[in-house]
């Protein structure tokens, strides 16, 4: 027998909470290299909207893990449900074995999820949740192309990173799939068009999707999916008109419409369902991040008939429906009924908002603040003129945040967008006392 050489990292753990031996764990034995830097945080417990380091460190998080523990860290009654669920059955293939709490969940999506969707595939990321989307559009159609906006993110998988609008993501991983479109996104500060009028923006946006289908495609499309807040993107959000006008399009052609409802899902934008400002219903829904509150799933809910277009062997995923994180989305939506959490997200965000604003007139770094709920961006520029993005502005604002005790997030093309998606629970003095840290991080940042 030959002997290998161990490799592990045999550094003893220091009396800090065994906050670097897990940086030099990550360091060494994790693959990091897709990340820019390592971030010195290194949470030993979380509640609410707040972090502990284990150093002892404690943060506001205006961050929520990537927009996903909607209802807070640990919420009581989330752990409970798990909890509970745990001492009867952890695992058992839902789609061969059945488990009560899965077909109880199903039954409470379709009770609130707009319109006709009805029928729930349950996979464990936003990604698989995307992936059958476009598998069950291509399965009930017939047809096989797909119309997707320039700026937007939809996963990691082969799949959806061909219907990402995102050259960043894309590097290296090609080639794609064959048969996508890309129409702009309707982002009113930064378009092909020349104006900063919502409507116009709308209008010529939705008239793309239409050029869309006479031009890019070969007449064979399936569905046109989008992010209905768009949130990797820089927190786009639409011209109210914008999606209405998209619908007519769709409707025209007999293309299906998937809301990517990954982010701006479970009450991040002040309603259950971004989706529901804007008066359209998608043929297909997928929801994940903040469907269980931090536990692994995704749902893609579609309309009966769409949902039933698959046949025998074509879809499946073995961990899909776990029984643990459909006890979690169970007692979340419990959660985001009781507490009003949606509502909560539309008080709360209307009150950062209007400080953001006022934060704008002090400060000509902010290009400008885009929001609904609690799904805040503010796009930096170094100029308001010329829109340059301030990119990395952005990143030492973060950086002054973190070392002032706040998580915030950054996203956007250029990188050169602050994202606020707290916890919807946080609470009022957590969130002014973040905004007084970001403000003071932006002024050091443009006094430099
Ligand atoms: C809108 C949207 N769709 C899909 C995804 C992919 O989700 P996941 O990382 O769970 O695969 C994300 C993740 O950020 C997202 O924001």
Avoid at 157 to 171: H, P, Q, Y
Wanted: charged share 25%; with cysteine.
């Amino acid at each position: 027998m030959t002997s290998t050489a161990r490799t592990a990292d045999t550094t003893p753990i220091t009396d800090d909470g065994g906050h670097a031996a897990t940086i030099n764990g990550y360091r060494r034995h994790l693959a990091t290299s897709f990340v820019a830097s390592i971030e010195p945080v290194v949470v030993g417990r979380a509640e609410g909207a707040t972090v502990w380091d284990t150093d002892g460190t404690e943060y506001i998080d205006c961050f929520a893990g990537i927009s996903v523990v909607n209802a807070g860290h640990r919420h009581p009654r989330v752990i409970a449900a798990v909890r509970e669920q745990l001492d009867k059955v952890v695992h058992a293939a839902t789609y061969i074995y059945h488990v009560p709490i899965v077909a109880d969940l199903a039954t409470r999506l379709a009770g609130i999820a707009p319109g006709k969707l009805e029928k729930t595939f349950f996979g464990n990321s936003g990604a698989e949740g995307i992936e059958t989307a476009i598998r069950l559009a291509k399965a009930f159609t017939g047809r096989h192309e797909i119309i997707t906006l320039t700026h937007s993110f939809h996963g990691r998988t082969a799949g959806t990173l061909s219907i990402t609008g995102n050259k960043a993501r894309k590097t290296r991983g090609g080639p794609y799939l064959p048969g996508i479109a890309f129409a702009p996104a309707p982002y009113v500060y930064r378009n092909p068009f020349g104006t900063d009028d919502p409507e116009i923006v709308a209008e010529r946006c939705a008239e793309m999707v239409e050029w869309a289908v006479a031009y890019q495609s070969s007449g064979d499309v399936a569905a046109f999916i989008a992010e209905p807040v768009m949130g990797e993107g820089g927190i786009l959000v639409p011209p109210a008109s914008y999606f209405p006008r998209v619908k007519e399009v769709l409707d025209r052609h007999g293309i299906l419409f998937i809301a990517d409802e990954v982010q701006s899902g479970f009450g991040r934008t002040g309603k259950l369902f971004a989706v529901e400002h804007f008066g359209v219903e998608p043929d297909i829904m997928v929801l994940a991040k903040g469907i269980a509150d931090g536990f692994p799933l995704s749902a893609t809910v579609a309309r009966a008939e769409i949902a039933d277009s698959l046949r025998p062997g074509e879809h499946l995923s073995t961990f899909g429906g776990n029984p643990i994180s459909c006890a979690a989305a169970f007692a979340n939506i419990d959660v985001m009924e009781d507490e009003r959490l949606p509502e909560e997200s539309a008080r709360k965000g209307a009150h950062v908002m209007s400080r953001l604003g006022e934060m704008m007139e002090r400060h000509d770094l902010i290009g400008d603040i885009r929001g609904l709920g609690l799904m805040i961006g503010l796009e930096l520029v170094t100029d308001r003129a010329s829109k340059t993005p301030a990119t990395k502005q952005a990143i030492d604002i973060r950086r002054l945040c973190r070392e002032a005790g706040v998580l915030i997030g950054v996203g956007g093309q250029a990188g050169n967008v602050v994202r606020l998606q707290p916890p919807l629970v946080i609470e009022d003095r957590a969130l002014d006392r973040a905004l007084d840290v970001l403000e003071d991080a932006i002024g050091r940042v443009a006094g430099k």
